[in-house]
């Protein structure tokens, strides 16, 4: 097999990109997975307490609980402030609370400071609350890549040709000036 080609089948086969399905195009039914959206939260802890807060939207659910063995505080006294701004809180339930903020916290650490009072211990858990900036933009970028893929190898593909032909002109000429045509010796 001459050089030449070997070297045009080498850069062809090097250029392989992967294949990549569009909708309708799948092998069958995928079971629809429920995406797992992660709350922001916190978790503030002593020896004695473990305070937990979850935030959805406005309402922050806080669960208080002994932090020896996890169960809830019943009876117990909270009182939370998050960057020094004490928060109203309404009990819901043994060891639960429940506080409605004004507004949405934004992206950023917040300092979160809370008092408990119960079975006549008194208490104060501090934490840093990092709130993360939501992302939904993840997927506006990515079929641009298979484009962008597509027009590398095609240029890839024609410099390749180009080279290929140029050589292939070349040995020609060659080959017809040695009196070598059509390989016979």
Do not use: C, K
């Not at 819901?92 to 609370?97: I, V």
């Not at 410099?159 to 032909?165: H, M």
């Amino acid at each position: 097999m001459p050089v030449g080609l070997l070297l045009v089948f080498a850069t062809l086969s090097s250029l392989s990109l992967p294949a990549f399905a569009g909708a309708g195009h799948d092998h069958g039914e995928v079971p629809v997975v429920a995406p797992a959206a992660v709350s922001p939260r916190f978790a503030a802890t002593s020896e004695t307490f473990e305070l937990v807060g979850v935030l959805a939207g406005r309402q922050l659910t806080l669960y208080l609980d002994h932090f020896a063995d996890s169960r809830p505080v019943e009876n117990a006294r909270l009182t939370l402030s998050l960057d020094g701004s004490e928060v109203p809180l309404t009990p819901h339930g043994a060891g639960e609370f429940i506080a409605t903020l004004a507004e949405a916290p934004e992206a950023g650490s917040r300092a979160v400071l809370a008092q408990v009072q119960a079975g006549g211990v008194d208490d104060l858990l501090a934490a840093d609350w990092d709130i993360a900036a939501s992302h939904d933009d993840h997927g506006a970028d990515a079929g641009r890549f298979w484009q962008r893929g597509s027009a590398w190898a095609l240029a890839a593909l024609g410099a390749s040709l180009l080279l290929g032909g140029i050589w292939r002109h070349r040995r020609g000429r060659r080959t017809r000036a040695h009196g070598q045509i059509g390989g016979a010796q």
